[in-house]
């Protein structure tokens, strides 16, 4: 088991209300798997991303990462150990200094966390772009200069240059277009089964999380209500909550029921 | 079906662009209709939605025609609603929702502030918004995202406009609340007898109510009209991909699953 989460709880105080945004959660993630987390808003999802990020403390709650108590690390013993937990989030452009080139975006975590020599860096920079699927002279753009589908690679490429074994992604394709969001979501795929990396999938679009997922968690008021394979949660949804979010989902309508095509 | 408005041979480029954002366009509106504009970042959804309802910012150049049947140009706010992706945005933080929403029909209808907000609580109820006469008094920041659209529909619908243009009424929306949304404005527009133009980079959520649809790339007008013929039969290869690259929940999962 790489990723174990225990009665997780959160309380917020908002508006003189307490509410809690996570509720005795407890799941648990294997090594290569992809967990789908799906919830509507104010499900407690991205609460649970943002603890497990260590971007917000838990008020209650356990969680073991490759078999440390990750909430009870800090200082230089966490900074290391994040290396093997990387984030994607949505609006990339957000989460890079807008005057960083793509050479730098990489750099920074190949440096920090010494995962190559100084010298081979320019090296392990092109690399990593030729694997997300861009070339290598992308290295002196501008991180402004590229499309949001570009950026989204570069910030896939930015995960796995720690070489991690958890990347956690939070709504990272829902702003792209649907014809990159296809692609992003097979380099996605790609790159976790060459390299064994679990994934932590947050996204309110069920129909993203079936492409990519094994397995299925259904959150609703911050409880987790559901969790079960991937097929079986579609297929089969136990929770109001899984049902809502599957009869949610925009499907392609093609046919005409009005006017059916054999009465001419 | 009588066309409500025909644009013809239109282009728009902004300020300082060399590269207009829409060229050659040639669309016709039809009264009563629900049409779709389809498309995806940089294909001119936007600004057609703007150029019909005169929003364009200043400097924009405009040429070709838009010829509305009804004789005149339709006044933003009294004959044509605007809807936005980002309520947030759109609406004014600092003012009550019930003013939002009454100033709108206080200023076409010529309607005092008392009969206006007799009007407005009357639209937040037709939002389906729970506890309306609460929310009235409210601020935009108290209220849910999903429930700051519906006070924005509320709003645009407050003068009783025959058009409404909804913008990507529902990309920062959940699913949720995007399908809950759809419905509602369908809804409000078939009561009304509206047309509404709704603009979106969906082409799945859009199949399931227009009764017409225009696919738009890269500034220009790829093909359009009703919304089974395109959708069964595509005429051109973008649209084709288009629909090939839509996802849902029947579409096989790109990850090998254990066979239990």
Redesign the interface.
């Known amino acids: 088991m790489l990723l174990d989460i225990a009665n997780l709880s959160k309380r917020f105080s908002s508006g003189g209300r307490d509410v809690a945004a996570l509720n005795d959660v407890s799941l648990t993630l294997d090594p290569g798997e992809t967990l789908g987390l799906v919830g509507a808003s104010g499900s407690g999802k991205s609460t649970l991303a943002r603890i497990l990020l260590r971007l917000t403390s838990a008020d209650a709650g356990s969680i073991r990462f490759e078999g440390k108590d990750w909430l009870a690390l800090s200082g230089a013993e966490l900074r290391r150990r994040r290396a093997k937990m990387q984030m994607v989030f949505q609006d990339v452009l957000g989460a890079f200094n807008p005057r960083a080139t793509v050479a730098s975006v990489l750099g920074d975590p190949l440096r920090i966390h010494d995962i190559v020599p100084k010298v081979e860096r320019p090296r392990e920079i092109a690399t990593l772009l030729e694997r997300v699927g861009l070339p290598a002279s992308y290295a002196s753009r501008s991180i402004r200069e590229v499309s949001g589908g570009q950026r989204q690679r570069i910030a896939i490429a930015r995960a796995i240059a720690t070489r991690p074994s958890l990347i956690v992604l939070d709504e990272a394709v829902s702003a792209l277009d649907v014809s990159i969001r296809g692609k992003i979501l097979e380099l996605l795929v790609e790159l976790q089964q060459e390299r064994g990396i679990a994934c932590l999938f947050v996204s309110h679009d069920l129909a993203v999380l079936r492409a990519v997922s094994h397995r299925i968690a259904v959150m609703e008021a911050g409880r987790l209500v559901e969790i079960a394979s991937a097929r079986q949660v579609i297929e089969n949804p136990q929770s109001s909550a899984a049902r809502a979010l599957i009869a949610a989902v925009p499907r392609l309508v093609t046919g005409m029921p009005e006017r059916p095509h054999h009465d001419v | 079906m009588s066309a409500l408005c025909e644009i013809r041979e239109l282009e728009v480029a902004y300020r300082g662009n060399s590269v207009p954002a829409l060229t050659n366009i040639d669309l016709d509106i039809h009264a009563g209709e629900r049409l779709a504009i389809i498309g ?2 940089g294909s001119g959804k936007s600004t057609l939605a703007r150029t019909i309802a005169r929003l364009l910012p200043a400097g924009a150049r405009v040429r070709g025609e838009m010829r509305w049947s009804i004789g005149q140009v339709p006044l933003p706010g009294r004959d044509l609603g605007f809807v936005f992706q980002d309520p947030s945005a759109s609406l004014n933080p600092v003012l009550t929702i019930g003013e939002q929403v009454a100033e709108g029909a206080r200023r076409h209808l010529g309607l005092t502030w008392r009969t206006a907000y007799e009007r407005a609580l009357d639209m937040l109820e037709r939002v389906r918004i729970p506890d309306p006469a609460k929310v009235l008094k409210a601020f935009p920041h ?1 209220l ?3 429930q700051r659209q519906r006070v924005a529909i509320a709003a645009a619908l407050a003068a009783g406009p025959g058009i409404l243009i909804a913008d990507e009424v529902t990309s920062a ?7 809950e949304i759809v419905s509602l404005l369908d809804e409000l527009v078939r009561e009304a007898g509206m047309t509404l133009i709704f603009i979106t ?5 859009a ?2 109510f227009a009764d017409r649809v225009a696919i738009f790339r890269d500034g220009g007008l790829v093909e359009a009209g009703p ?2 013929a395109i ?2 039969s595509p005429k051109d290869v973008y649209t084709r ?3 090939a ?7 096989p ?3 090998r ?2 066979t ?1």
Do not use: C, K, N
Not at chain 2, 245 to 251: A, F, K, N, Q
């Open positions: 995806e970042s108290q849910s995202g999903g929306l959940d699913m949720i609340v995007q399908a980079h969906d082409i799945a959520l199949s399931g919304t089974g959708l069964t991909a288009l629909l690259s839509h996802r849902d929940l029947s579409t999962p790109l990850i699953e254990a239990s």
